[in-house]
């Protein structure tokens, strides 16, 4: 199937998702921009039947050494999401629970180095409908919350399990609060950098302390689990002030409570965080870096009317998206390929450019952590640095290593599809460059692709001829400087 030659849908689905199939191409091609944003955003009219196709025919593969059990081995979960990645119906609800794990930045290895292997996975990765104690991991939590309320995220968070060990909640008592969460749900989940004081970070640690872990029933028990406890006894019950308001009537002091009802004291801030303009205006900053562009500051007006949204809708994050997603600056044509691709983007759209039959995916989650980035595993709690961090000299290396490994592979099914546009080098390349779509390429470029095709002797465009030059010819695109944005 030709794809629809609209830079405008594949702009949308690059951002929206991770590139796109012909196919998919085709289905939101046919649509105006307006319903094909309602379809993407609206992804709950979409059965959600992804994991189900794993190791099915007709799709990238997967590798395990007996069963495939991502809810407690964390090589099986990264190939889990991978695998949705390249092959959900729900592309944006994929997209928006990478930026999720980004913004929430949690790392496995802590989890493990705590409680396990099995059990980080578990509170990483498990699907409740998995697990025996009905456990649902932070990523499928985030999944699942992937355009939902941002208030009901942040509370998710706050009483995550994996986040409770990664910043170290479990630990926070009266006797000695523990800062660390307090810290970072302003400075890089809500408020930002400057709309905080060190004396909020101490009045917050008071307000979490309590916020613990338990894990009751019975040991040998598969169901038995780790889980969130407002322990009383480990709550501080003196009154808290912040240099911000706590209330709508512009109060900024939490009140004494009792141990019983110091929980309170946590949703008061949590709700205080949410409603907090500075919170609306940050949460637009980062969504505009996001989607819109890496190469400009936001725009104060699109901040200004997407801190707007967030705060009117009452924090909802699918009225939020929306606005951003037909916004003129999302549509400006400066902001195409405007953004560098993370690794795992760059992987998964090449996987749906070049093609998946025999391929596993596993492949892709090895490469992935030479170039930079390893699902489960965001260096520190700040998340990824993005933008041309991405591109050291190995990263980059590693990105053509990927290429030329994935092209290899697909060989027989580039070459197969390629035969109705050999007539000449330059049809050829046309026809991949339609494919692997690009930001324009400079004509020196171009003509040393076209010299690449015809460095071993006059062109025939016969199957050996393809077979030897299609996969070289995709290598070499999605190896280009400019097939590294989005």
């Known amino acids: 199937m030709a794809r629809y030659n609209d830079r405008r849908t594949e702009h949308l689905l690059r951002r929206a998702g991770f590139g796109a199939t012909p196919d998919e191409l085709a289905f939101y091609g046919e649509m ?15 059965v959600d039947d992804v994991d189900g196709k794993i190791t099915k025919p007709g799709y990238v593969a997967i590798t395990a050494q007996g069963q495939f059990m991502p809810w407690t081995n964390i090589a099986h979960a990264r190939q889990r999401w991978l695998f949705r ?23 496995y290895n802590k989890i493990q180095g705590a409680l396990g292997g099995t059990e980080g996975a578990r509170y990483m ?20 919350n992937a355009l939902g309320n941002f208030r009901d995220i942040l509370l998710n968070i706050a009483k995550d399990a994996a986040m409770l060990v990664w910043l170290d909640g479990r630990t926070n ?22 709309h905080y004081t060190e004396s909020d970070v101490y009045a917050g640690a008071r307000v979490f ?13 598969p169901a038995q689990h780790y889980e969130f406890s407002y322990i009383a006894n ?67 007006s699109f901040v200004d009317r997407i801190a707007s949204v967030y705060l009117s809708s009452g924090y909802d994050m699918k009225q939020v998206v929306r606005e951003v997603l037909l916004s003129p600056q999302f549509w400006d044509t400066r902001s195409y390929f405007a953004r560098y691709a993370w690794p795992v983007e760059f992987v998964v759209r090449a996987i749906k450019d070049i093609g998946w039959t025999g391929y596993s995916v596993d492949d892709a989650r090895i490469r992935l952590t030479n170039m930079g980035q390893t699902l489960y595993e965001p260096p520190d709690v700040s998340g990824w640095d993005a933008g041309q961090t991405w591109f050291s000299t190995g990263a980059m290396l590693e990105r053509m290593n990927f290429a030329a490994s994935l092209a290899s592979n697909q060989k027989f ?20 460059l339609g494919e692997l779509t690009t930001p324009s390429l400079d004509s ?6 076209v010299s690449y095709l015809r460095a071993t002797g006059p062109w025939t465009g016969s199957d050996t001829q393809l077979q030897a030059k299609a996969p070289g010819l995709a290598h070499l695109i999605a190896g280009l400087p400019e097939y590294q944005f989005v």
């Open 85 to 107: 990645m390249v092959h959900s119906d729900r592309p944006l609800q994929e997209k928006m629970t990478l930026f999720w794990h980004n913004h929430f930045a949690t790392g």
């Open 413 to 432: 099914n580039l070459a197969r599809a390629a035969k109705p546009f050999a007539q000449t080098p330059d049809s050829l390349l046309s026809h991949f």
């Open 32 to 46: 105006s921009i307006t319903e094909a944003v309602r379809t993407l955003v609206e992804y709950d009219d979409i």
């Open 125 to 144: 990765a498990a699907k409740a409908s998995e697990d025996p104690g009905n456990v649902r991991g932070q990523i499928e939590m985030l999944r699942d």
């Open 209 to 221: 302390s309590g916020w613990n872990l338990t894990r009751p029933g019975a040991n040998g028990d």
């Open 234 to 300: 480990n709550h501080e019950t003196s009154e808290k002030t912040f240099s911000f308001p706590i209330y709508s009537n512009g109060s900024k002091t939490i009140p004494a409570r009792s141990a019983a009802n110091g929980m309170q004291d946590g949703i008061d801030l949590v709700n205080a965080l949410a409603a907090n303009p500075d919170t609306a205006r940050y949460l637009a900053a980062k969504l505009y870096r996001f989607f819109v562009s890496e190469f400009t500051d936001p725009d104060p």
């Open 444 to 449: 020196s470029v171009t003509a040393e692709l």
């Open 173 to 194: 008592t009266r006797a000695k609060p523990q800062e660390n969460f307090a810290r970072e749900i302003m400075e890089l989940f809500t408020v930002g950098v400057g």
